[in-house]
């Protein structure tokens, strides 16, 4: 079973500024059919987990382009490339196959 | 759109049997994979399951021995039970829409989450 590991595990950051969140896999997640199922997903304060990215780098419907997903094999990134207060929450990265196993999470802040 | 929305039982006393149900609108349970995602208070997200319409399931390792998912076309709905429950199970129990790799471009796992359900077990 793939292990995520993700840092930081707390976020600071100044809003306006760019916030970047790593993940790492214990072993590769480039599946069987050649696609990698990396999804990142976002946390608010007291909601329902809501899916950003999936398949690496594909952004969900209705979410901002200022969120972005990149990496491959075992090292993934995700990027806000201007933070804003609606931005907090906790983000989780999550491998789908062969059975979903989530990152610790990572808790982005306002500084 | 896709809507879920867990309901059931919020309190149980240890070695009850945990069941809750997820009615689906806005898009058929034939269609898709449904699925189980557990957070306890203060924690992070465990994926429990899916199920298929065809009655095809997947569980996590670690609670497979527990747990028993199954669906109610004609009602639109899903549910999970996970017996034998204990203090470790008390969490918020959301249900979702989710997938398994496949031909598409697009990938349905965990892409759509009901509110969740806040379900404790105390004696």
């Known amino acids: 079973d793939a292990v995520m590991t993700q840092s930081p595990l707390s976020l600071p950051v100044t809003l306006g500024q760019p916030a970047s969140i790593s993940c790492r896999s214990s072993q590769s997640l480039v599946y069987s059919d050649g696609n990698t199922y990396l999804s990142w997903f976002q946390q608010r304060p007291g909601q329902s987990p809501r899916r950003l990215i999936y398949k690496v780098s594909n952004r969900d419907s209705g979410v901002p382009d200022r969120f972005s997903g990149s990496g491959s094999g075992t090292d993934f990134t995700l990027k806000i490339s201007r933070v804003e207060a609606d931005d907090v929450g906790v983000y989780y990265c999550?491998?789908?196959?062969?059975?979903?196993?989530f990152g610790q999470g990572t808790k982005l802040e306002i500084k | 759109q896709v809507q879920l929305q867990e309901s059931g039982p919020g309190l149980l006393k240890p070695s009850e049997t945990l069941s809750l149900t997820c009615t689906v609108s806005?898009?058929?349970?034939?269609?898709?994979?449904w699925g189980w995602v557990r957070q306890p208070p203060g924690r992070g997200l465990e994926w429990i399951g899916y199920?298929?319409?065809?009655?095809?399931?997947n569980y996590n390792p670690s609670l497979k021995s527990r747990v028993t998912m199954s669906l109610d076309t004609s009602k639109n709905q899903f549910s999970l039970k996970l017996n034998s429950v204990t203090a470790a199970d008390t969490a918020v129990y959301y249900c979702?829409?989710?997938?398994?790799?496949?031909?598409?471009?697009?990938?349905?796992?965990?892409?759509?989450w009901g509110q969740g359900t806040t379900v404790t077990v105390s004696s």
């Open positions: 199920i298929y319409y065809t009655g095809r399931t």
């Open positions: 806005g898009a058929s349970i034939s269609a898709f994979y």
């Open positions: 999550m491998q789908g196959a062969p059975w979903p196993t």
């Open positions: 979702a829409r989710d997938g398994v790799p496949s031909i598409d471009d697009y990938y349905y796992g965990l892409d759509v």
